[in-house]
Every structure is written in structure tokens, then in C-alpha cells.
């Protein structure tokens, strides 16, 4: 009787132990777990951009000039972008994470919550709105075309003058699609990237491409042989189309406080910013 009743009590006692040791288990990797996510969340702003638009964003092998390490990467960004994130992350008492992503799936990564929010001199157009939100403009500009230095198209004053000229614009932006008012124009194929048209223009693929004004004076600088292109008679375009703004996905309870930080960042010091971008851009962008 005491050996079977021995018995039971070793095995209910090792049936207590194997139970508690699977709830403790359980619990810490429920903690574990719940920690991590809440940590992520709370810690961390990741934005995201290209790191191939200069001034406002670019790739570069250091931390020289600000630069910030892309998440994953061995690389840093840098650009007017870069700076005004660390000031959204400042006021948020977030951590910066920079994700470089491809202007196409910039969008997308928000709304599936890669992305906390979208710093890339991305424009708030009516059409963009209707799937994701913006803050309040961070920086306005205007269209120019970037053409080869001491060609034909070097002294043009109207968009007119790009009569059978061969022009291109990033895909997916309102620089290509106010290629088609320019009457008689070649409108080619549109191209992922900047990177990628400033090497089309060096070659002869295009005779030019539609950007901003920063960009334009960046691309200039960079490269000795192209030239910007500003005109009397230019573009027609709604602020939208050249004003810039964070991207946020739809309901983001960021979007109010984003717009109190960006609100306190003078007009004077924006420009600032953008010119020290400018003069800081890498060469080879």
C-alpha cells in the first residue's frame, strides 16, 4: 500500500513540476514576445525613403555630414530628408531608423506597417491622398529641366523650346506627367530612379529630364556637364505637385504631432537645411 501510494505522490509531484516548467516557459516567451513588439513600437521611427534623390535624400559610406546608418545596411543616408526626420524623431522621443526603399514600394511598406511614415520629398498629389495621409508641406519648390551643358536646349526659356526634344521623368511622379504639355515633345519611357536619368542624359539616351529645383542644382553641381534649366514660361502645376510632405498611412494618430514639430521649424532654417544639403551632397550622386 505505502509503495503504490509512494508511487502516486512521485508522480503527481513530477506531473506539478513538468506542468509549472511548461507555464513558466510559456509565460516568459509570452513576455518575451509582447516586450519586443511593444519596444519596437515605442523606441523606433522608421522612415522611409530611396537614398538616391539628392539633395533630399542620398546613399553615402559613412556617418560624414549627419549621415544615418540604413537599417540592415552597411551604407548611411544623408539629404534635406535625413535632417528633417531626426527632428520628427526628436519631438516624437523616437529612435531614427532610416529603410531604403524603391519609390514604388514606398507606399505599399507604410501601409503594411514596415514604415512609420514616409520622408522622401515625396508631393501630397489629390491622387496619392486617396490611399495614404500626409503632414503639412515641409518644403515647396517648382519644375526645371536638367539638360546637357552647352547644348542645344542649355538657353531655353519656355518648355516650349523642348519642341521634338526626347524627355523623360521618374515613373510614377508629376514630373512625367507634365512632360505632356510640351507641345511636339519625344516623351520616352519613364525611369526608376535620378541616379539612372543623369546617366541617360550623360549618354545621349535623352536630351533631358523633368525635376524639382533642388535637385536640379544638385544634379548641376554634381556633374560639370549638365545644366538647369529655369523658365519665364514654364510648367503649370498645383502646389501640390511641387510641395513636399511626410506620408503617413491613413488614421496615424502621428500625423498631429508631426505637424507641431514641422510648424516649429522656421522657414528660414528649412532653407538652411536645403542649402547645406546642397553644398554637402556626395559627387557622385
Not at 133 to 152: A, C, L, Q, R
Not at 182 to 207: C, H, T, W, Y
Not at 220 to 239: K, L, Q
Request: aromatic content about 8%.
Amino acid at each position: 500500500m505505502r509503495k503504490k501510494l509512494s508511487l502516486f505522490l512521485v508522480m503527481s509531484l513530477s506531473m506539478i513540476l513538468l506542468l509549472a516548467g511548461c507555464g513558466t516557459s510559456g509565460d516568459a516567451e509570452k513576455t518575451r514576445e509582447s516586450g519586443s513588439t511593444g519596444s519596437d513600437s515605442k523606441e523606433t521611427f522608421k522612415v522611409g525613403m530611396e537614398a538616391g534623390y539628392a539633395p533630399f535624400n542620398w546613399t553615402q559610406m559613412d556617418d560624414s555630414n549627419g549621415g544615418v546608418k540604413i537599417d540592415g545596411n552597411a551604407e548611411y543616408a544623408g539629404g534635406y530628408d535625413v535632417e528633417i526626420a531626426k527632428k520628427i524623431a526628436e519631438g516624437l522621443g523616437k529612435e531614427l531608423v532610416i529603410v531604403k526603399t524603391e519609390w514604388d514600394g514606398l507606399v505599399p511598406a507604410l501601409q503594411s506597417g514596415k514604415l512609420d511614415a514616409i520622408v522622401a520629398g515625396m508631393s501630397p498629389t489629390e491622387e496619392r491622398k486617396q490611399t495614404i495621409d500626409f503632414s503639412e508641406n515641409y518644403y515647396t519648390s517648382h519644375f526645371i529641366m536638367v539638360v546637357k551643358k552647352g547644348g542645344p536646349f542649355e538657353g531655353a526659356t519656355s518648355i516650349n523650346d523642348f519642341k521634338g526634344a526626347k524627355i523623360t521623368g521618374q515613373l510614377n511622379t508629376s514630373h512625367y506627367a507634365v512632360i505632356d504639355q510640351i507641345e511636339g515633345v519625344q516623351k520616352k519611357p519613364a525611369m526608376d530612379n535620378f541616379p539612372a536619368m543623369r546617366v541617360a542624359l550623360e549618354s545621349g539616351i535623352i536630351d533631358g529630364y523633368v525635376s524639382e529645383r533642388p535637385e536640379g542644382i544638385s544634379a548641376s553641381s554634381a556633374n560639370a556637364n549638365f545644366a538647369m534649366v529655369e523658365f519665364t514660361d514654364g510648367f503649370e502645376a498645383d502646389e501640390a505637385d511641387t510641395a513636399v510632405a511626410v506620408g503617413l498611412k491613413k488614421g496615424s494618430d502621428l500625423t498631429a504631432k508631426i505637424n507641431e514639430i514641422l510648424a516649429g521649424i522656421s522657414e528660414e532654417e528649412r532653407q538652411n537645411i536645403m542649402d547645406t544639403a546642397v553644398k554637402k551632397q556626395p559627387a557622385a550622386e
